[in-house]
């Protein structure tokens, strides 16, 4: 894959929210897109609306917590377009924002399984392909969608947070173990986004009062993340691995 051919970019929960502003971003930007969700009907809209734009998409169903359902979605994705060039690990979950001590171990798992195994699953999967890749002449990234949650305590959303530091520590270790393959590992970290989960996260404070914490006065929209998200995968990135990039507004200044 030469660097002026096709490119393609696997996002994962991309039928909304983030994923679905990914998905449309990299469209816009000329690179074939693999919705991918365990909504059909939403990740389906999604892909519709694409093409209708003249872009490049098809969807595939993918639980990302399973093996076989990346397997199947390499395979799809192959089928389609040759190769992969950027993984986007954006599918992800929460619970309810409650004390420690009444969270679960179904809350647990929830988080740690679509989370975190997510990607473990993603890298045995797809770095195969991802070499594949390079060895053509192609750009290879993953991207690995974590949360400022990750880096600073939010109190109320434990495991959750748990998941989103490993997720982020993950990402810095297999940079620096794929580096010499020109394989780049980068993790995005929202802050509270305007997204279908954003109550989840609010537990006892009000979005008014979450909002006052961002110096720039409002919570992430999906096209921030989008953009970004795709910054890391362009060649004007090329020398950025290992990074876990804010996009919070300053919250974290």
Request: some cysteine.
């Amino acid at each position: 894959m030469s660097q002026d051919q096709q490119r393609v970019a696997v996002v994962t929960g991309a039928g909304s929210g983030f994923g679905a502003a990914i998905a449309r971003k990299f469209a816009k930007d000329g690179v074939a897109v693999v919705v991918c969700d365990i909504n059909d009907d939403a990740g389906k809209a999604v892909t519709d609306d694409i093409n209708a734009k003249g872009g490049k998409a098809i969807y595939v169903n993918c639980d990302v917590a399973k093996r076989e359902a990346w397997e199947r979605l390499l395979a799809e994705t192959t089928q389609k377009f040759g190769g992969v060039n950027f993984v986007i690990n954006n599918a992800g979950a929460t619970y309810k924002n409650k004390p420690v001590l009444d969270t679960t171990e179904r809350d647990f798992d929830l988080c740690f399984d679509v989370n975190m195994k997510s990607v473990f699953h993603s890298v045995h999967v797809m770095i195969p392909a991802l070499r594949e890749t390079r060895k053509r002449g192609g750009p290879a990234a993953i991207v690995n969608v974590a949360s400022t949650a990750g880096i600073m305590g939010r109190p109320g959303l434990t495991w959750y947070a748990a998941s989103k530091a490993a997720c982020i520590s993950c990402t810095k270790n297999l940079a620096i173990e794929f580096g010499p393959e020109q394989i780049r590992f980068n993790a995005i970290c929202p802050v509270f986004g305007n997204t279908g989960l954003k109550h989840m996260f609010m537990g006892e404070t009000t979005e008014d009062m979450f909002i006052k914490s961002i110096p720039l006065g409002r919570c992430s929209e999906p096209e921030d993340i989008a953009n970004s998200t795709v910054f890391l995968c362009s060649d004007e990135a090329s020398f950025l691995t290992g990074v876990a990039l804010p996009v919070d507004g300053g919250r974290l200044a």
